[in-house]
């Protein structure tokens, strides 16, 4: 059974930066971080593809999120730069054992229990 486990999150101004870590226990091909604001959808943020490294941003993301993973330690971290206040929500780390399209949220077997990111002057 993977467990997906979240930190890192909390109160940052317009501008900012944080870094969210996932630590995972068990195996995983994809891992990804999802997000949800109070009244929206769960919206895709980010990927990593283990095996080859291979990492997908969604356009809100482009240019201001960077993932990597940390094979050694089996955690996947999200560096958030220039944050907006439109980036506030529950950040989750998600995961699955198969490929497949990284975007869908139905397609990840794994959840953590989301950490609480709030951009905010």
């Known amino acids: 059974q993977v467990q997906l486990v979240e930190s890192g999150g909390g109160l940052a101004q317009p501008g900012g930066s944080l870094r969210l870590s996932c630590a995972v226990s068990?195996?995983?091909?994809?891992l990804a971080w999802f997000r949800q604001a109070p009244g929206k959808e769960r919206e895709f943020v980010s990927a990593i593809r283990w095996s080859t490294d291979s990492t997908y941003y969604a356009d809100s993301a482009k240019g201001r999120f960077t993932i990597h993973g940390d094979n050694a330690r089996n955690t996947a971290f999200l560096q958030m730069n220039s944050l907006k206040p439109e980036d506030t929500a529950v950040y989750y780390c998600?995961?699955?054992?198969?490929?497949?399209?990284?975007?869908?949220?139905?397609?990840?077997?794994?959840w953590g229990l989301g950490t609480q990111v709030t951009v905010s002057s």
């Open positions: 998600a995961g699955r054992a198969y490929g497949g399209s990284y975007t869908d949220p139905n397609a990840y077997d794994y």
């Open positions: 068990g195996r995983t091909y994809i």
